[in-house]
């Protein structure tokens, strides 16, 4: 079947259009992308680097650091970029790739999640089989079935949306190319597509978020009947502490938009909420898991004191 779309580029209207802000945002979301690539990337080297840290926790810490940085780039530099520019296009097939990538990426990362939760539950639940549980094939299995899951689903939406036909406006009322805007602007039958975007991306978003609960719970079950010590209870829960709060940035903005019902007036909410879960999360994740978490903290002093 032909593509029938008649536009050949949008017009991303992003956060605001008032301009005397744009330098000051320019700034901002520039400070930022920043932080997100040096703190994330810093993770990511420490975690190849330092022996101390080739664990499955911290493999898949890694992996996430790895998401975080391309999570961000898939929207920050465009969005950078208009902020500057009085034409602030993008064209068809860059609108399909961003919305591709946005989708693999947030996708993976709710999956990562879960499993990271499970991890979590294995070693705390299940310390004597944890080595033998989470070996490195097992965990690079892990891994690699998120990875793919996340790019076959962001695949099917970005190949539904390029088959549309966009004849009418083509100004889009966000910083990026999304589904739901998109599904604004077409002109034919979108049913299909919003069942889609509702049925398959609620169920790679929803299930992993249950798997965690369930997973937090049997780790809380496991630790009040077996452990009898409230030093012991709270040095396994804070182990813990640092992923449930991503968790809590990652999914409480992405329900919010996703769940709800589609409609025009609720766009400005949604590109508030997108920040939340694409630029703010991102940045905020190094600072999470590194602020209580002693390896970590470890592993940076010691690289700041060979840098010096």
């Not at 709270?234 to 968790?247: E, G, P, R, W």
Request: with cysteine; charged share 10%.
């Amino acid at each position: 079947m032909l593509n029938q779309t008649t536009v050949t580029e949008f017009l991303l209207l992003g956060v605001t259009d008032i301009q005397v802000l744009q330098p000051f945002l320019f700034v901002l979301f520039l400070a930022i992308y920043s932080v997100t690539v040096a703190g994330n990337g810093a993770i990511l080297i420490m975690v190849i680097s330092d022996p101390r840290l080739h664990s499955p926790m911290y493999f898949f810490l890694g992996n996430l650091s790895c998401l975080d940085i391309c999570y961000s780039t898939v929207t920050l530099p465009k969005m950078l970029e208009n902020f500057l520019s009085t034409h602030k296009a993008i064209s068809f097939l860059g609108c399909i790739s961003q919305l591709h990538f946005f989708h693999f990426l947030g996708s993976t990362e709710a999956m990562l999640l879960a499993v990271m939760a499970f991890d979590r539950f294995v070693a705390i639940c299940r310390p004597l089989h944890y080595t033998l549980i989470m070996n490195h094939q097992v965990c690079t299995q892990m891994a690699l079935t998120v990875w793919i899951i996340g790019f076959s689903h962001a695949l099917m939406h970005s190949i539904m949306t390029s088959r549309l036909n966009f004849c009418a406006s083509n100004q889009i009322h966000h910083f990026f190319c999304d589904v739901k805007p998109l599904l604004e602007l077409a002109c034919g039958n979108t049913e299909l597509n919003q069942w889609l975007l509702n049925t398959v991306t609620g169920t790679v978003g929803m299930v992993p978020f249950f798997l965690i609960l369930l997973s937090y719970f049997y780790i809380i079950v496991y630790l009040f009947f077996k452990t009898h010590s409230c030093s012991m209870l709270h040095k396994a829960l804070s182990t813990c502490a640092s992923h449930f709060t991503v968790v809590v940035l990652f999914y409480v903005p992405v329900v919010f938009i996703y769940i709800r019902p589609a409609s025009s007036s609720s766009m400005d909410q949604d590109q508030i909420i997108a920040i939340m879960y694409s630029v703010v999360t991102p940045v905020l994740n190094p600072l999470i898991y590194t602020w209580r978490n002693k390896e970590v903290k470890g592993t940076l002093r010691r690289v700041i004191r060979r840098s010096l």
